[in-house]
C-alpha cells in the first residue's frame, strides 16, 4: 500500500493513491485519527474511550465502531488492533498537520496549510477532547505562522519580493492582531518599492487594532512605513569608514542605555551603507542593528529582516564567521517568539559554520535557552557553560555578558540558584557601563539573594534594575525587576503585595512597548511565580494562573514551563 494521504486541515480528508476516500462517518472518527495521528504514542482502549466516548452508553463500544470506520477509511483492515492502540502508516504516508507540527518548511505547500485543525468540526460533547484540540489548534497556528514568517525572510533576502508579499499576507490572516506580521508586510511591500501599497496596508492595520484593542499601532510598525516613505535619493555615499563610525556612536550610545536613539543611529547607518556600490559595507551595520533590536526586544520583522540580508551578503562574499554570527543572532531573534524549530535548526547550522570563538558563542548561548525551555535540562547546561567559555576565549564583554547571563538563567530554571551565582557575577563584573544589559543578570542576582535568605540585599537589587529598565524602555527587564520585587515581599510573608508586583511585571512581559509580541519565557516565569504565590491566599486564582502557564507553555512549545504548570495543578 502508498500513496496515503491524510489530510487534517481544514475539511478533513483522506486520499489513497490520490484519490479520496469515501468519508469518516461521524465527527468522532475524525477526532480519533487526529488525536492518534498527532500524539505519535500508544493509547490504551479505555483512555481513548474516555477522552472521546464518555458520554455514550457504551464508550468502549462506540470505541470500537470509530476504530472500524479507520480502518475502512485508510484502506489498513489489520491496523489499530489490540489494547494499546497507536497508528502505524505505510511508509512514505504524509499527514499534513505532522508535517506542520515538525517544523517541516515544505508545509507551506500542504492544500490546508493555514486553516484550523478538523475545521467545522466540533466536540462539545467530549470536553477533554476538546480542550485538547483547542490547545493543539492554537499551537499549529504558531508554528504555520513561523513557517510562514521564515518563507517571508527568506524571500526578502533574496529579492523575490512578490513571494515575499504573499506569504506575509497569509501570516496577516493567520494572525490579525500581531503587529510584527503587519510590520513585516508593510517592509515587504516597502522592498519592492510599493510605497501606496505599504501606506495602504498601514491603515487597514491601524483599523484593526483600533477596532479590536483600542490602541494605535506600535513601534515596530511605523518603523516599517518608515522604510517604504523614506526618500532613495535622500542618502549619499559616505564610504566604508563613515558608516563604520556612525555604526560605532549607535553601538555604544546603545549600550549606555540610549536605547531608542542608539537603534534609530543604527537604522541610519543601515541606510547610508545601501548607498555605497560595496554590498559588503551593508553587512555589519545591519546585524548591529539587529542585535541592538534583538537585545532591546524591539520589532522582530525587522531584526530578522536585517540578518536575513546579512546572511545573504556574507554568504555572498564567503565570510563564513559572519553568516554564523548571523544565523546565531538570528536562532535568537525566532526564540525571543518561541519559534523553537526554526531557532534549533539555524543555531545548529551556525554552529557547523565557523570555529570563531564569538560565532561559536552566540548560536551555543541560544540553542542552550531553547534547550531549557523544553525542559533538555543537561543539554542545556552543557551548550551555556561552553557558551560562556567561547565568549571569553573572544574576549568580547558584550557576548560575556549576554553568555553569562544566559548561563544563570538555565541554572535558575533548574532550580540551582547556586550555581547560577557565578555566571551572573561574571555578567556584572562585565557590564560596567553597559546600562541596557545590567539590568537583566541584576534581577537574577535578586532571585539568588532571595533563596539564600538576603532579602534587604535582593530587594535593593531589584530597584535598581526596575529603574535602570524604566531609563532605557527595555520592557522584559522591567517585569524581571517587577517579578524579583515580589520573589522578595512572598519571602517576607506578604504574598498579596507580591501579588500585585507580579500583576504589573505581567503587564509589561505580555506586550512589549507595543512592538507587536511578548517575550514567551518571560511572561511564562511571570504565571509560574503567580501561580506560586497566590496559592497562600486564594487556591482558586493560583489554579487559573496555572492553567493560564499551561496554556501558553503548550500553545508554544515550552515544555518546562507545562510541566510546572502541572504540578501546580496537581
Known amino acids: 500500500m502508498g500513496g496515503l494521504e491524510i489530510r487534517l486541515l481544514g475539511r478533513p480528508a483522506v486520499l489513497i493513491a ?10 468522532k472518527a475524525w477526532g480519533l485519527l487526529a488525536y492518534l495521528a498527532l500524539a505519535e504514542r500508544a493509547h490504551l482502549r479505555s483512555e481513548l474511550a474516555e477522552v472521546l466516548f464518555s458520554e455514550a452508553q457504551d464508550p468502549l463500544g462506540a470505541l470500537r465502531w470509530s476504530l472500524a470506520e479507520l480502518r475502512r477509511l485508510l484502506a489498513l483492515p489489520d491496523a489499530l488492533k489490540g489494547d494499546a492502540l497507536s497508528l502505524e502508516l505505510p511508509e512514505g504516508t504524509s499527514i499534513d498537520a505532522l508535517a506542520i507540527e515538525r517544523g517541516d518548511p515544505r508545509a507551506i505547500d500542504q492544500p490546508g496549510f493555514g486553516q484550523e485543525l478538523l475545521g467545522g468540526l466540533s466536540f462539545v460533547d467530549s470536553p477533554i477532547f476538546d480542550t485538547w484540540l483547542l490547545s493543539v489548534r492554537r499551537r499549529l497556528a504558531r508554528k504555520s505562522a513561523s513557517v510562514l514568517r521564515e518563507a517571508t525572510l527568506n524571500c526578502l533576502a533574496r529579492g523575490e519580493h512578490d513571494a515575499a508579499i504573499n506569504y ?32 495602504r496596508h498601514y491603515q487597514r492595520c491601524r483599523e484593526i487594532l483600533r477596532r479590536e484593542l483600542a490602541c494605535e499601532p506600535g513601534a515596530a510598525v511605523l518603523a516599517a512605513l518608515a522604510v517604504a516613505e523614506r526618500d532613495p535619493t535622500g542618502a549619499l555615499a559616505e ?11 549607535a553601538w555604544q550610545s546603545f549600550l549606555g542605555g540610549s536605547v531608542d536613539h542608539a537603534i534609530d543611529l543604527g537604522r541610519g547607518a543601515v541606510w547610508a551603507a545601501d548607498s555605497d556600490s560595496d554590498p559588503a559595507v551593508g553587512l555589519l551595520p545591519r546585524m548591529f542593528l539587529a542585535a541592538m533590536l534583538g537585545m532591546a526586544v524591539r520589532g522582530w520583522d525587522e531584526a530578522a529582516a ?27 531573534s525566532h526564540l525571543m517568539r518561541a519559534d523553537y524549530d526554526v531557532a534549533l535548526r539555524l543555531a545548529t547550522k551556525g554552529l557547523a559554520r565557523s570555529d570563531d570563538p564569538g560565532a561559536q558563542s552566540v548560536n551555543l548561548m541560544f540553542l542552550g535557552a531553547a534547550g531549557a525551555d523544553q525542559a533538555r535540562c543537561a543539554e542545556a547546561a552543557e551548550y551555556s557553560r561552553a557558551a560562556v567559555s567561547a565568549a571569553q ?26 550555581s547560577a551565582r557565578e555566571p551572573i557575577e561574571t555578567a556584572l563584573a562585565h557590564s560596567s557601563g553597559m546600562l541596557a544589559l545590567r539590568p537583566w543578570p541584576m534581577t537574577m542576582l535578586a532571585e539568588v539573594e532571595v533563596a539564600a535568605g538576603q532579602l534587604d540585599a535582593a530587594a535593593g537589587l531589584a530597584a535598581q534594575a526596575a529603574a535602570l529598565a524604566a531609563t532605557t524602555g527595555i520592557a522584559y527587564q522591567r517585569a524581571l525587576a517587577y517579578r524579583a520585587t515580589a520573589l522578595v515581599e512572598a519571602r517576607r510573608g506578604d504574598a498579596r503585595t507580591a501579588a500585585e508586583h507580579l500583576t504589573e511585571a505581567l503587564l509589561h512581559a505580555r506586550r512589549v512597548t507595543g512592538e507587536g509580541y511578548p517575550l514567551h519565557w518571560t511572561v511564562a516565569f511571570v504565571l509560574d511565580s503567580l501561580s506560586s ?21 503548550s500553545t508554544s512549545d515550552m515544555h518546562e514551563f507545562t510541566t510546572r504548570a502541572r504540578r501546580h495543578l496537581q
Open 306 to 332: 536585517a540578518l536575513s540580508q546579512a546572511l545573504r551578503i556574507a554568504q555572498r562574499l564567503d565570510r563564513p564567521t559572519e553568516a554564523a554570527t548571523a544565523l546565531g543572532v538570528l536562532a535568537g
Open 533 to 553: 504565590v497566590t496559592v497562600e491566599y486564594d487556591p482558586a486564582a493560583s489554579r487559573r494562573w496555572a492553567h493560564t502557564l499551561l496554556d501558553h507553555g
Open 168 to 199: 506575509a499576507t497569509r501570516l496577516v490572516v493567520i494572525d490579525p492582531l500581531d503587529e510584527g506580521h503587519h510590520a513585516l508586510l508593510i517592509r515587504a511591500y516597502a522592498f519592492a518599492g510599493d510605497a501606496l501599497a505599504a501606506r
Open 239 to 249: 564610504g566604508a569608514d563613515v558608516v563604520g563610525a556612525r555604526l560605532a556612536v
Open 18 to 27: 490520490g484519490r479520496p476516500a469515501a468519508p469518516a462517518r461521524g465527527a
Open 393 to 418: 576565549r573572544a574576549g568580547d564583554p558584550v557576548l560575556i555578558v549576554y553568555a553569562a547571563a544566559h548561563a544563570a538563567r538555565v541554572a535558575l530554571i533548574q532550580g540551582d540558584p547556586l
